[in-house]
């Protein structure tokens, strides 16, 4: 009796609320017990038939109103003659509605060639019905999308070409740099190896070794090649005498200490040795001024002189 007024009561509690109980109030209905199997039963709704026979006689019946063609604009036609396929001498079925469906640019050709044999034979109908088939030059149709729709269309080709153009400038620019960079680098090395060659040229001038000073010139020498013709023969035939002799007497590089040290075969040439020269022997005295022999004596014998006196 129990469970009976329970379902009784369970039955107007879900009419009252439309049927619609929560997710927890079921748990705990399904745990009491009080949710029985065949309760509820999905019910499959009758399916409408797609082959409504009747609608579609109604529709063939309005269809069918004789109206004249100008009102109907209706043509049935074959596929037109494949021109192409006549000439290359191949047999075509499609005339006969022959067409492989699975082949695209047979079916694709086949609609072509239909929609060609249907404006041949309409373009002269509608010429003796006197409906104009070109526009005439002075019509402006209205576009099928908005100015502003246009407008949109303009801003994003634009925004997509300055993007193009951005990264085209940002390639140039790495490629500039890259470019940059070697030319940098291939002028700090020319200027190293002319000061290096400078340098040379300095040291060779100092030492005597040559006597030019090209290489105070510079860049500047190219421009003067044909005023400095001249020059450069009297250069090619040698040093001048000043400065032969400045090397004969004092050298033109190479090691200058120890010119003066005894070798065996110096300590042993005696050829060159005068013993009236090394000693002052032949000439008492030596040289005395300007004056010839000096007649005063010597301290000592100065002092001798005084004591014998």
């Not at 300590?267 to 008492?284: C, E, I, L, P, T």
Request: charged share 40%; aromatic share 6%; net charge positive.
């Amino acid at each position: 009796m129990e469970s009976v007024e329970e379902d009784a009561l369970l039955g107007q509690e879900s009419e009252e609320d439309n049927s619609e109980l929560s997710d927890d109030e079921l748990q705990e209905a399904f745990a009491k017990g009080l949710l029985k199997p065949g309760m509820n039963v999905l019910v499959d709704k009758p399916k409408k038939l797609v082959n409504n026979v009747e609608g579609l006689k109604q529709c063939l019946g309005d269809f069918r109103k004789d109206l004249p063609w100008v009102e109907r604009l209706d043509l049935t036609n074959p596929p037109a003659e494949d021109v192409l396929s006549n000439v290359k001498e191949k047999v075509q079925n499609q005339t006969n509605g022959e067409v492989n469906a699975d082949d695209d640019f047979q079916r694709e050709m086949f609609f072509y060639r239909q929609a060609q044999a249907t404006v041949l034979e309409a373009l002269p109908l509608l010429n003796k019905h006197g409906i104009a088939t070109k526009r005439p030059d002075d019509y402006f149709a209205e576009m099928a999308k908005s100015d502003q729709h246009m407008q949109k269309i303009r801003k994003k080709l634009i925004s997509k070409q300055m993007i193009l153009e951005k990264s085209e400038k940002a390639k140039k620019l790495r490629e500039q740099r890259k470019f940059g960079k070697k030319v940098q680098i291939e002028v700090i090395q020319k200027r190293q190896k002319e000061k290096k060659a400078m340098m040379n040229a300095v040291k060779k001038y100092q030492k005597g070794m040559t006597d030019k000073l090209d290489f105070l010139e510079g860049d500047q020498k190219m421009g003067k090649d044909s005023t400095q013709g001249a020059k450069k023969t009297v250069n090619k035939k040698g040093p001048n005498s000043k400065r032969k002799y400045k090397d004969q007497k004092f050298g033109f590089g190479g090691k200058k200490s120890g010119k003066k040290w005894n070798t065996k075969d110096s300590y042993n040439d005696v050829s060159s040795f005068r013993a009236k020269v090394a000693h002052a022997k032949g000439v008492k005295g030596g040289k005395k001024g300007k004056g010839g022999k000096n007649k005063r004596p010597g301290k000592s014998v100065r002092k001798k002189m005084k004591a014998h006196s």
